[in-house]
């Protein structure tokens, strides 16, 4: 789980300062920073919307469908998607006495 502390963010002072500012300004961006790097989540509830069918086009580690089954996409095995195969050899005659 992520424990990173966040900035708070004071009031701004009466007056302009160039130090009060730019100290905003890297607290400002240290939220970003934080918020955009990759990391462990937790969550009780996600919804995810719009999900690829198969795998193709995705990287690794990427979530799609394969059917209504949620999958991670990994680079050695395939998942394309609407992919079917039906076979037959010869015939089977079923006799009951």
């Known amino acids: ?36 790097s990759a990391g462990p ?13 198969g795998d193709s086009g995705l990287e690794a580690g990427t979530l799609f469908l394969d059917g209504n089954v949620v999958k991670i996409s990994q680079l050695d095995i395939a998942h394309p998607a609407g992919i079917g195969v039906t076979s037959s050899a010869g015939s089977v005659t079923v006799a009951i006495s």
């Not at 502390?5 to 905003?24: D, H, I, K, R």
């Not at 989540?41 to 069918?53: D, G, K, P, Y």
């Open 41 to 53: 989540w937790r969550a009780t509830t996600i919804t995810l919307t719009e999900m690829q069918q």
């Open 1 to 36: 789980m992520r424990q990173y502390t966040f900035p708070l963010f004071n009031s701004p002072p009466a007056e302009y300062s160039q130090g009060a500012a730019s100290q905003q300004a890297n607290s400002f961006n240290m939220l970003i920073q934080r918020l955009l």
